[in-house]
């Protein structure tokens, strides 16, 4: 459980892309996001209040989060100067940065010395237990998809967000870095040991009111090879109520593995569904979601109409039309 | 790599029973295994010649393999006493114990005083890659289950060393410790990074001799949803040719979960094919391997008799009646 409110660090961010996080934290939880820390040179701007450490301080905030990917995977002398001064004034630190905070002899002094405490949310730091595969109270949802980066993390985001704004008792729960240190908490499932990944499904996804909505960050997809694994705990793990498939459609192939074509939403809702039914033989596909990005508003809006004649289920973009279909949807199961 | 031959320690194991994998290896790799070693009290009795730690040595041993579970959990003391001696001498050590040879201080002391290493073969030592799903020259074959425990480890032993007979090209490819002690090497999947397991996989079967086969050994099962993500992984980063599909008849329910019951093989076969066909699209299902421990042969023999009908395939069980049926199917692949 990382504290919030965060002062964002965006460090030398040379563009707006490298500050994907930061800009994720204040999109989805602006309440989180108190202001921003920026150096020299920062080509990266969340339109937040520029803040000094001392400022944020002043202004309540608990942690500064590390919003930015690094040049060349190495914490520079630059960074460490405000990290070192930010654990010095009281901070903790929180990262997804590949290269750990904890592996870092300057931070851990200083951490010790003064009591702060360094978040790697890219390591697990829980024993999560093995799965038992026991019914839990309340519902879940779980976003899978034809390829990974598809826009698994934005659907649960939205739908989840669509169902706080409807009054609906609804969480998101958070299974990679960047969703993690958005909501402050999660596990990273792509780190967890082989036996223990759909048991921290499961931990992440306990019992809950029987009209309580988790909406679980989906990662990898059944048809990707280098992590169908993971894809495949989560759907046990985490028993979902209801799918909703997500899609990206001028992929020309699966991410990373030029020689696999993606399967079709047929055969991706022909694959998950009977899996998803081994843990809980209610679940439903609810819905689709398309990331339309690279298509034009009439293309989108044809796309759309095609895929919902073809699969029987609406099909939105949550991005581009809001996720209320979808949490339409959900309503019924 | 851990260095044979070896001299399998049985401590002061209760019964037969506790010296399983000291047994494995004995079964399946005879030319490993020297002798063994009993401590007062030892139950268990390999008929392997009694050797002291300095016999072995003189004739040739280089590894003192724990072949026996612990009590409690612990090393004790006495057992600590001839592991030492054993070190001193110049043997390696090999342990497939849950607490760790590496976690023992004066055990750490002895191996680096006389240079001797301590293989704990449940914990990862090699950085596997992600998998990029490329495909591999030679064959592959893996043994599916209905659940955790059928008999997927024999199956693949048992095809290899008829293919061994046969004077055809085989490999046993281990994933679990059983297997690694009784091999030397392999792949301890289930302690690995969630990231990597596909890729471990593809690490353990690298591209071979075109009539060269690799026999992978199952984890788990698509239907154990404690585990399910570690066959999915094992499926997609084996790319395999073939799959054996394993039943136990007598089960009432999936292993360790008292809610969920077995599937049929016809819906394990639905299930697996697909999703191997979307690594290596020629994927055949050539077998059956039925665990009838529990049947008499009569019963044996009527209930294989049946599933092949049922199935269309050759079903055996390869303990009681050979493997030369499963390995007639795989040279048809």
């Given at each position: 459980m990382i504290e919030t409110p965060y002062l964002l660090f965006l460090g030398?961010?040379?563009?707006?892309?490298?500050a994907k996080v930061a800009i994720g934290i204040k999109d989805w939880r602006p309440d989180n996001a108190l202001g921003q820390i920026r150096l020299e040179g920062?080509?990266?701007?969340?339109?937040l209040t520029d803040m000094t450490l001392a400022e944020a301080k002043e202004a309540g905030a608990k942690t500064l989060v590390i919003g930015v990917a690094n040049r060349g995977g190495v914490i520079s002398d630059a960074w460490k100067a405000v990290l070192i001064e930010a654990l010095e004034m009281g901070y903790d630190l929180a990262s997804g940065l590949h290269?750990?905070?904890?592996?870092e002899g300057d931070l851990i002094a200083a951490a010790q010395t003064h009591g702060g405490t360094l978040h790697d949310?890219?390591?697990?730091t829980v024993g999560y237990p093995i799965a038992n595969g026991k019914k839990r109270s309340g519902k879940r949802c779980l976003a899978v998809g034809?390829?990974?980066?598809?826009?698994k993390m934005y659907t649960a985001l939205s739908v989840d967000a669509e169902m706080q704004k409807r009054g609906q008792k609804s969480t998101f729960r958070a299974t990679g870095q960047t969703g993690i240190l958005i909501t402050g908490h999660g596990v990273p499932l792509d780190a967890v040991i082989a036996d223990f990944m759909a048991g921290s499904v499961e931990y992440l996804t306990p019992?809950?009111?029987?009209d309580h909505w988790d909406h679980i960050e989906g990662q990898g997809s059944l048809f990707h090879v280098s992590y169908s694994g993971v894809t495949m705990a989560l759907i046990h793990g985490g028993q979902p109520d209801a799918l909703i498939l997500c899609h990206e459609?001028?992929?020309?192939?699966m991410r990373g593995l030029p020689e696999y074509d993606l399967p079709t939403l047929q055969q991706l809702r022909d694959t998950a569904l009977p899996i998803a039914r081994v843990a809980?033989?209610?679940?439903?596909?609810v819905g689709i979601s398309v990331n339309?990005?690279?298509?034009s508003e009439d293309e989108a809006v044809a796309y759309l109409a095609k895929v919902e004649e073809e699969m029987g289920l609406p099909a939105v973009d949550p991005f581009r039309h809001g996720a209320g279909r979808l949490v339409d949807a959900l309503d019924a199961v």
């Open positions: 030398d961010a040379p563009d707006q892309l490298a920062c080509g990266a701007d969340l339109g290269n750990l905070l904890r592996d949310v890219r390591v697990p034809t390829d990974c980066s598809v826009g019992d809950n009111d029987d459609p001028t992929r020309s192939h809980n033989p209610a679940c439903q596909v339309t990005q690279h298509l």
